[in-house]
């Protein structure tokens, strides 16, 4: 016979475990490096993972038909783009002759003439139409910038903006990206991310040997400088995304599958810089620019804008950063935005943002495809305040040792 007493208590024994069952898979989670989500505590959904296209390409491309996509619209906006442009490219790089219905395909009736002007290699409009596409990382070692980054500034909350096709998941596997936002004039670049969402979803890179097969499966077409006949659909191996250190670039796609999960957003921008979308954040923007402000790329005017969206983005006080890579070496240079108060204007004209540029760190930039290392300067120097700025490399080493 079982007495009151015990009746009473077994639901408190039965609480003390459950109590108990419940601190210990906490204290397992935190041993085994138990995901931390988002500030929602909820799993990334497809209803915060969008395109937002800029004016020039939802007027240049046919197959563009609004300026922001949902997630369950993607594929079949990629697979318009991809078997116009596939069309169009083999015009291009002289596989067929012109048809100017094939053309049409893909780029509208007005900015028609302006893209077959401007056909020849390597041209700004062979890349933006899709025709000839940097899917490989050309940076050597991004990994020692974000370092840098989480280094100096631990406790920010960073709301993450990265061009390329690699750089943006090591970015948030490195800094803990509040949210993602992918930047790049061409529409390929983003249809690899959203192959890649597609795959991260799927959980295709679930361990670091599952990437090299993983890879295998993406579409990519009409590379640059491929090392095999330009096509319009190219084998994909770990050297067709990065140059160099290419076992730590596969292992951060890996990392970046259980990783994803911690954002809030994914946003691809599908823009150039100055006319991306930059929303208001609480915290720091981080924008990684690799070597795209570079005057091939980015005129100072359209640079002046980029500042200005981003300042708009930050309230008075507080401060966004920049990431700067030379191309095809390890120099970099981190520049700091500081929202500054508004300068009183003329009514009439527009009221711009007022802000403070600092250089933080710069190594000597130089130019390493030009036969002999030749030495330049960015826009960021003709703005910053810094007079002999440290250099990078130095505060690097400084991190490694301590």
Known sequence: MVSSTSKRRVPILLLSLHTLLALLLTLLLGCNGGTVLNGSQEPLQIENEKLKVSDFHLNAFVPIEKKIYDYPELPALYESLRSSSDGYCEIIHNRKPFRRDVAL?????????????????????????????????NDVRPFDDFRLVKSLFPEATKH????????????????????????????RIHYAHFQLEQMFRDQMFASVGDVPESIRKLHLGWIAFSPTPVQAKHAVTPATLCRLNQNECMEHLSLYQKNRVNLSSITWNLAKLHDADFPRHPGMPVVYLSNAIEELYTSRSQFDLLLGRVAASIQVGKQALFAYHAAGTDEIGLYRLVRKAEKTVDASGPLTPNY??????????????????????????TVSKTQNPTACKTLIQEMDRD
């Open 356 to 381: 403070e540029i600092e250089t933080i760190c710069r190594d000597r930039y130089h130019r390493a495809n030009t036969g002999a290392l030749k030495e330049y300067t960015t826009y960021f120097e």
């Open 105 to 137: 395909k893909l780029i509208s009736e007005e900015y028609l003439s302006q893209f077959w002007k401007d056909r020849f290699w390597g041209s700004f409009h062979n890349l933006v139409s899709g025709c000839w596409n940097f899917y490989i990382m």
């Open 160 to 187: 993450c903006y990265s061009v390329g096709l690699m750089q943006p998941y090591i970015m948030h596997n490195i800094l803990g990206c509040e949210d993602l936002n992918f930047l790049d004039v061409d529409w």
